[in-house]
Nanobody
Framework: QVQLVESGGGLVQAGGSLRLSCAAS????????MGWYRHAPGKQRELVAV???????NYDDSVKGRFTISRDSAKNTAYLQMNSLKPEDTAVYYC??????????????WGKGTQVTVSS
């Protein structure tokens, strides 16, 4: 199996920055995509950013120009650099990974989430 461990959430003032990290470990043959979703109170979970291997990065319109997703393939780690944070970015952020195992089965995994709170 695979574990995703997130870090980097916290409390920040509007206009500030945070960097989230997500490290994948376990039975990993290849990572097909890694990304971030968020879930704010009273709202549906929404895609923030996703980076497929060898494909185009996709961002939600609300974060374009402010957030940047990146990956370190050697470390099986994804990052989300969040700049110019706004109170509406407040949410629990979940890491996501589309993994191919050594047995060639393919599974989606989710982290436990990390809280990001932006104060006005």
């Amino acid at each position: 199996q695979v574990q995703l461990v997130e870090s980097g959430g916290g409390l920040v003032q509007a206009g500030g920055s945070l960097r989230l990290s997500c490290a994948a470990s376990g039975s990993i043959r290849s990572i097909n995509a890694m990304g971030w979703y968020r879930h704010a109170p009273g709202k549906q979970r929404e895609l923030v950013a996703v980076m497929p291997s060898g494909g185009s990065t996709n961002y939600d319109d609300s974060v374009k120009g402010r957030f940047t997703i990146s990956r370190d393939s050697a470390k099986n780690t994804a990052y989300l650099q969040m700049n110019s944070l706004k109170p509406e970015d407040t949410a629990v952020y979940y890491c996501y990974a589309d993994i191919t195992h050594w047995a060639f089965s393919r599974t989606n995994y989710w982290g436990k989430g990390t809280q990001v709170t932006v104060s006005s």
